[in-house]
């Protein structure tokens, strides 16, 4: 059996491989707290120090943090996934089942594009939260592919970027 600290580790890593979409850091707490596996204190070290090995990976909007499980973090909870009590990843399962694996649907992600009268494309990329626009930003594509793969990669990477942008403006 694991030991507790390096359990919790193993919940959080589970909870975010086993979610549709990333999860917040209330989310994560209300299922840990709720069940008494440990304190907030130790719970936010744990998320830390996962963060800090390139285990988990998160990003911040509008002082939400959200959390998704990196390709290391798969890896390393492949190797010891065992030491989770079937009690534990079946808990893990059903909280997800009730919350539905999703974090509220606050932000839109538009993104679309068309012709320039140059030849080009211009894509459009919205961040969008609460109906109240994040970011708006036009970018020139120069054909077609491009522009559709910046339409599918902004889905992606949308947060990410506006975070980026944010640091560089602040």
């Excluded at 580790?9 to 909870?15: A, D, G």
């Excluded at 036009?138 to 793969?149: C, E, F, G, H, V």
């Amino acid at each position: 059996m694991a030991a507790p600290f390096t359990t919790y580790k193993l919940i959080v890593l589970y909870m975010l491989q086993n979610s549709e979409n990333d999860l917040t850091n209330s989310q994560i707490s209300e299922f840990i707290l709720d069940r008494e596996y440990t304190n907030y204190f130790h719970l936010q070290q744990a998320v830390s120090e996962l963060v800090e090995a390139d285990l988990l990976k998160m990003h911040t909007v509008s002082n939400t943090s959200y959390y998704h499980i990196s390709e290391e973090g798969r890896k390393t909870l492949s190797y010891f996934e065992n030491e989770l009590s079937s009690d534990i990843r079946q808990e893990v399962q059903e909280y997800l089942k009730t919350k539905g694996c999703r974090a509220p649907k606050r932000i839109m992600t538009p993104a679309d594009y068309y012709e320039t009268p140059q030849g080009g494309y211009s894509v459009r990329c919205q961040l969008i939260e609460r109906n109240s626009s994040l970011l708006d930003l036009n970018i020139s594509a120069p054909n077609l592919d491009t522009a559709k793969s910046i339409c599918l990669n902004w889905q992606k990477k949308s947060q990410d970027i506006y975070a980026s942008i944010m640091e560089e403006l602040f």
